[in-house]
């Protein structure tokens, strides 16, 4: 989970040096062009195979951002093997940095499951978010859709959340980590008091709305 050029830094190959002198370090190129491109062939090979022994499956579909804010669409397929075991595997995270219109995702799904030799006939059903684009990519593929629980649960949450005497809650409870944030007396007598009480050595945490559904 380290970028390739990581095999080029001094320090990385002082300390392969040391563990074994005699040990060639391989290049960035190698690695990027050869062990991981061999890596994933085997992995697709493996899933590959255990897919042939499904004769149905579904997928999950949904659109996320890295930390430098390029989005990206993941597509997940679920199976049954031969052994009555549930088994997933993504299949791929496509960058996307064209506009995501129904049209252009719907276009993108089917390409995928082109690409891995599935037909439609066997996807029981497709699993999304709300989202307006991703509604309509199903509806122009003509997929059975399925709406994701744990995003309708969120936006129940998020909605019922805007009572005004949940926001006064919440609102206190904000400032009471924010204290406590910006002061390591009392997160010390914080700690002190839960070795007291024999509680869980916990600190304290503030909402986020964006992980009600959590």
């Not at 040096?17 to 991981?36: C, E, Q, V």
């Not at 509806?139 to 805007?162: D, S, V, Y």
Request: a positive charge.
């Amino acid at each position: 989970m380290v970028p390739f050029k990581s095999v080029q830094n001094v320090g990385f190959k002082r300390l392969i040096h040391t563990l074994d002198a005699r040990y060639d370090l391989p290049s960035r190129k190698y690695f990027s062009n050869t062990t991981i491109p061999h890596m994933y062939s085997e992995c697709r090979q493996r899933i590959a195979a255990e897919l042939k022994h499904g004769e149905f499956f579904a997928t999950t579909s949904d659109f996320w951002s890295s930390r430098t804010a390029e989005l990206y669409l993941s597509l997940t397929i679920h199976f049954i093997d031969d052994d009555w075991k549930l088994k997933s595997a993504c299949f791929q995270t496509n960058y996307c940095p064209e506009d995501h219109t129904g049209e252009l995702i719907a276009h993108d799904l089917k390409d995928a499951l082109e690409s891995w030799s599935l037909s439609e006939e066997q996807m029981s059903c497709m699993t999304r978010d709300s989202g307006t684009n991703m509604v309509k990519a199903l509806q122009l593929n003509n997929w059975t859709r399925l709406p994701c629980f744990g995003h309708r649960l969120h936006l129940a949450i998020e909605k019922n959340a805007k009572d005004t005497r949940i926001e006064h809650a919440t609102s206190l409870c904000k400032k009471i980590v924010s204290a406590f944030s910006f002061s390591w007396k009392k997160q010390r007598d914080l700690m002190k008091a839960q070795l007291e009480l024999n509680l869980p050595q916990r600190k304290l945490i503030t909402e986020s709305p964006t992980r009600w559904g959590s």
